[in-house]
């Protein structure tokens, strides 16, 4: 049998901050089915800033208590998905750091309406690459809730 000793072992289910967009203790489900990360947005409305293609956007937070935070990212493109029901949608796609236990990275987020979810965020196989993650799905929360680091992304 193999060992990943170079790999970090996640739940099915992670404590995950966002502190680019300045969000805190989100609750994310690993979707190892799903190639890109999933964040819930409404309010979804492009702009220009400098020349370059924006997006701002109300980021919902939680399931039983309801907050709700207002972003702001650059968008990096817009891709065509596959929802898990067959449904194809166009996603505009942002680009943040995600702080996972004593790890931060950056990962590509499509913006979508979750609300009948019951999480807010979906993890997908290219942000658990991109981390060094492996999934033992019989576990849950195995990682630290992580604390917020600054936004320049330093450690």
Excluded at 15 to 27: A, D, S, T
Excluded at 101 to 126: H, I, N
Aim: charge should be positive; include cysteine.
């Amino acid at each position: 049998m193999k060992t990943f000793d170079q790999l970090s072992v996640i739940g099915l289910r992670e404590w995950i901050n966002l502190p680019e967009l300045g969000m805190v203790g989100l609750r994310a489900k690993i979707d190892t089915g799903a190639s890109t990360s999933t964040l819930h947005a409404s309010d979804i409305q492009p702009f220009q800033r400098d020349g370059a293609q924006w997006i701002r956007f109300t980021a919902h937070l939680g399931t039983l208590v309801q907050s709700r935070h207002r972003c702001e990212a650059p968008v990096v493109s817009v891709k065509r998905i596959k929802s898990s029901n067959g449904q194809a949608q166009s996603r505009y796609v942002i680009r943040t750091n995600l702080v996972l236990g004593d790890r931060q990275w950056p990962v590509e987020f499509t913006l979508a309406c979750r609300k009948t979810m019951r999480y807010r965020v979906l993890l997908g196989s290219k942000a658990l690459i991109a981390g060094q993650l492996v999934v033992n799905p019989a576990l849950t929360y195995v990682q630290n809730k992580p604390s917020l680091p600054s936004p320049s992304g330093a450690q």
